[in-house]
């Protein structure tokens, strides 16, 4: 069973910076994409930024310019750094890996953009 644990996440004020780290128990090379997710209270989860194996990089227009998503291999932990951070981006982050047949999840990061 793969584990994948988030941190990086806690208080910032607006225009601050944090990066998010998530690990993986076991290879990443096995996941053709691994991804950033979040949801904020009382909103539905959503997309923030994906990165295949061929680090073909996506991202929500909200954050273009301001995240940017890599992956280490040799570390098994895919990253994203936050920029220019907003109020809006206040939410839980999440992690996800996928293989053809498996969707895996992290337990989330919370992130708190506040004067």
């Known amino acids: 069973q793969v584990q994948l644990v988030e941190s990086g996440g806690g208080l910032v004020q607006p225009g601050g910076s944090l990066r998010l780290s998530c690990a993986a128990s076991?290879?990443?090379?096995?996941?053709?994409?691994m991804g950033w997710y979040r949801q904020a209270p009382g909103k539905q989860r959503e997309l923030v930024a994906t990165?295949?194996?061929?680090?073909?990089?996506n991202y929500v227009d909200s954050v273009k310019g301001r995240f940017t998503i890599s992956r280490d291999n040799a570390k098994n932990t895919v990253y994203l750094q936050m920029n220019s951070l907003k109020f809006e981006d206040t939410a839980v982050y999440y992690c996800r890996a996928d293989r053809v047949r498996d969707v895996y999840w992290g337990q989330g990061t919370q992130v708190t953009v506040s004067s």
């Open positions: 990165i295949t194996t061929d680090a073909i990089r």
């Open positions: 076991g290879s990443i090379r096995s996941f053709y994409v």
